[in-house]
């Protein structure tokens, strides 16, 4: 069995990793669920919800707490940032460069040793645009 840092990986890790891995789209527990379910049939919510936030405890994994009614994960754990959907809540990674300098901006604001920075920014995916659009015309 491989090693994590600071964990054992199990076969349900290793899933979940996997399938998590395969995508961009920052999934919801559940929706990880779904996923891992399909090569898991007999995994539990709470098993798969467990081990994604034991995962994100660690480093193994983001857990994106950031705007939005439910955590979502990410398998992409360098610094990068996210838009949100403000339509549909869907989550994207924003290519753009990590901004690092904020950190000593915001050092120099406050009485804190900054340690780091999440930004999210919000907008309306291309998908809503679409949608709002037939929506006018019609």
Do not use: W
């Not at 290519?95 to 999440?118: C, M, P, T």
Request: proline share 3%.
């Amino acid at each position: 069995m491989e090693q994590l840092p600071n964990m054992r990986l199990t076969t349900q890790r290793q899933i979940i990793l996997e399938e998590l891995s395969k995508v961009t789209s920052h999934p919801t527990a559940n929706e990880v669920y779904d996923m891992v379910r399909r090569r898991l049939p007999r995994i539990g919510l709470g098993t798969v919800y467990r081990n994604l936030e034991l995962m994100a405890d660690v480093g193994v994994i983001l857990k994106l707490e950031v705007g939005g009614t439910q955590k979502r994960f990410d398998a992409t754990v360098e610094p990068h940032y996210h838009v949100r959907c403000s339509s549909c809540g869907k989550v994207d990674d924003i290519d753009i460069a990590v901004q690092e300098q904020i950190n000593q901006v915001a050092e120099k604001a406050s009485n804190y040793k900054i340690l780091g920075h999440h930004i999210e920014f919000s907008g309306i995916c291309s998908d809503c645009m679409g949608k709002n659009q037939e929506t006018d015309i019609n």
